[in-house]
Nanobody
Framework: QLQLVESGGGLVQPGGSLRLSCAAS????????IGWFRQAPGKEREGVSC????????NYADSVKGRFTISRDNAKNTVYLQMNSLKPEDTAVYYC????????????????????WGQGTQVTVSS
């Protein structure tokens, strides 16, 4: 059974850091580009970051550039999102998702492309 499981969310003060993990089971991440998305209450799901198959190309939403870093460890079948300098507006449920890319050297954060999704992990940034 194909499964993505996010972990690492929680409550953090503004300016703090969290590292989210997304572990895959039932399949190997090697063939997939991976994205992180988030959805705040009353808002649409938005792309946060993505990483291509090799890990050599990444994309970030403007709102998180310079603060978040995506990485992958194919040996551990896991992808990470390091989140620094967190702000209250980063509060949301964070999801990881994967798709098989047609262009290997890049990734895109188009929700419709992503075939498999995790259940999400809550991140709350508040003092």
């Amino acid at each position: 059974q194909l499964q993505l499981v996010e972990s690492g969310g929680g409550l953090v003060q503004p300016g703090g850091s969290l590292r989210l993990s997304c572990a895959a089971s039932g399949f190997t991440l090697d063939y997939y580009a991976i994205g992180w998305f988030r959805q705040a209450p009353g808002k649409e799901r938005e792309g946060v970051s993505c990483i291509n198959r090799s890990g050599g190309s990444t994309n970030y939403a403007d709102s998180v550039k310079g603060r978040f870093t995506i990485s992958r460890d194919n040996a551990k079948n896991t992808v990470y999102l390091q989140m620094n300098s967190l702000k209250p507006e980063d509060t949301a449920v964070y999801y990881c998702a994967v798709y098989i890319p047609t262009v290997q050297f890049m990734c895109v954060m188009r929700t419709i492309l992503y075939a498999y999704w995790g259940q999400g992990t809550q991140v709350t940034v508040s003092s």
